[in-house]
């Protein structure tokens, strides 16, 4: 695991979307697994500036979405389909057959899993997987005592996602659902690199815990600590409680090029 510790959120999506650009000159088809909510937005940004200025070329990228909310109607501004295609898929020029999630609206949300993770699965697996993580240490919607070998599946969500989510739903807490699909951290884990960005205080504990903590199902993201290709990226803010935070400073500062993110 590597963690990159950068001024603000600012820098790191430059950071995140320089190393995905990296990975679309080295195959131009990659497959990216993107999260949705506030903290993805500066790599979005960043990465559609590069691609505005002809620096890389997205047109033969592939997008994958990490989780849905269910029961949703079709079309509704905050799914995290319209999500998707609001700040990925249109802003960098991609077509809608580009884009591949689970269906949320499913009668049979059970087949609905099954067939997304077989669907990754076919689609030659993702190659860089954008994560972010809740404060409670959550990934995906994969909420604390998760299993850590699950994969794509419908989720309960605790009251504390949802209050975290309200925002997104004019803070009225009774139009976000309980339940989502998400992929499982058995699923996640088979991207061939994991990128998390974590910005504010409020997620210092959960990076701390995530990174020198136990790996643990009371804390989802530490099933990273497992993964061959992990790299952190957070802000000050989110660092903030590291105990290793020169040692990472130290490391980053001394890293050779050739080795990216």
């Known amino acids: 695991m590597e963690v990159v510790i950068v001024k603000d959120a600012k820098a790191g999506g430059e950071l995140i979307a320089d190393g995905i650009a990296d990975l679309l000159r080295r195959k131009p088809d990659a497959l990216l697994g993107v999260a949705t909510g506030s903290t993805p937005i500066p790599i979005y940004d960043a990465l559609t500036a590069q691609v505005a200025a002809g620096s890389v070329d997205a047109s033969r990228a592939r997008i994958a979405q990490l989780d849905e909310y269910v029961g949703l109607p079709a079309g509704h501004p905050e799914s995290y389909r319209s999500t998707v295609l609001r700040q990925v898929v249109e802003p960098l020029g991609l077509s809608q057959e580009a884009f591949m999630g689970p269906d949320g609206s499913a009668e049979d949300v059970q087949a609905a899993c099954e067939a997304y993770d077989k669907a990754l699965a076919e689609a030659g697996g993702v190659d860089l997987q954008i994560l972010g993580i809740g404060t409670d240490g959550h990934i995906g919607f994969n909420e604390p005592c998760s299993s850590l070998a699950s994969r794509t599946r419908i989720k309960t969500l605790t009251e504390q996602t949802r209050v975290d989510n309200a925002r997104f739903f004019d803070d009225d807490i009774e139009q976000?659902?309980?339940?989502?699909?998400?992929?499982?951290?058995?699923?996640?884990?088979?991207?061939?690199?994991?990128?998390?960005?974590?910005?504010?205080?409020?997620?210092?504990?959960?990076?701390?815990?995530?990174v020198e903590g136990p790996v643990a199902a009371l804390v989802p993201a530490s099933a990273l600590q497992l993964h061959p290709h992990a790299t952190i990226v957070v802000d000050e803010a989110a660092a903030s409680k590291l105990k290793l935070a020169d040692y990472f400073r130290h490391t980053f500062a001394n890293k050779p090029a050739w080795q990216g993110i």
């Open 176 to 210: 976000v659902p309980h339940h989502v699909i998400t992929q499982g951290i058995g699923t996640i884990l088979e991207a061939r690199h994991l990128v998390l960005l974590a910005t504010g205080e409020g997620k210092a504990e959960a990076v701390a815990q995530t």
